[in-house]
């Protein structure tokens, strides 16, 4: 059981709105910045976004993210075939003195 | 062009060690915390341990700490990690990644990952 929780799947049409949340606690989410990551079938995980809501170079404005005490969520707009992935969230933990990731959400793009 | 690229995977009996290696290069190595993360078949994301720049700042799961070693060579650009007294539940894909920040291992975020190595431990 991973230390942040995350909806084991999510799913949404092309053009939709899609959130995906992560549920932490005091150690991680409400005292760190969160990163979210996507992993597409086969291949290693890239940075989506880092502290909470930023976007390397190269990722769409579409990925959005916000924290908001123990909870963050990540949000996909305009949903794209391409977007069916993997998505995951991490933060640092004070208690276990080590990053941790949420369980991963499957999206699927109908 | 960042390029992370693992090595020294296999099959290996429960209880014999391992040692894996991440080649870098595209980037200056030395400016970076660097980490080990591994994925088990069908599974989630683990953090397995990170490393600073000047190797003054590791951490470690819970899972594998006093079995798991990590180090780097900054001169070779390579980033270690020594695994002993492998266990069946050790068995994942082990991904070398870099981190944006230098010094704090848990201030940052990882931005760049490599292709990984599949460790299976079995007997």
């Known amino acids: 059981q991973s230390v942040l929780t995350q909806p084991p799947s999510a799913s949404g049409t092309p053009g939709q709105r899609v959130t995906i949340s992560c549920s932490g606690s005091s150690s991680n989410i409400e005292s760190h910045t969160i990163n979210w990551y996507q992993q597409l079938p086969g291949t290693a995980p890239k940075l989506l976004l880092y502290?909470?809501?930023q976007r390397p170079s190269g990722v769409p404005d579409r990925f959005s993210g916000s924290k908001s005490g123990t909870s963050a969520s990540l949000a996909i707009n305009g949903l794209q075939s391409e977007d069916g992935a993997d998505y995951y969230c991490a933060a640092w933990d004070d208690s276990l003195t080590g990053w941790v990731f949420g369980g991963g959400t499957k999206l699927t793009v109908l | 062009e960042v390029q992370l690229v693992e090595a020294g995977g296999g099959l290996v009996q429960p209880g014999r060690s391992l040692r894996l290696s991440c080649a870098a290069s595209g980037f200056t190595f030395g400016d970076h915390v660097m980490h080990w993360v591994r994925q088990a078949p069908g599974k989630g994301l683990e953090w397995v341990s990170a490393?600073?720049?000047?190797?003054?700042?590791?951490g470690y799961a819970d899972s594998v700490k006093g079995r798991f070693s990590i180090s780097r060579d900054n001169a070779e650009n390579s980033l270690y990690l020594q695994m002993n007294s492998l266990r069946p539940e050790d068995t994942a894909l082990y991904y070398c990644?870099?981190?944006?920040?230098?010094?704090?291992?848990?201030?940052?975020?990882?931005?760049?990952w490599g292709q990984g190595t599949l460790v299976i431990v079995s007997s």
């Open positions: 990644a870099k981190d944006m920040v230098a010094i704090d291992i848990g201030g940052g975020a990882i931005d760049f």
């Open positions: 490393i600073s720049w000047n190797s003054n700042n590791i």
């Open positions: 502290t909470n809501n």
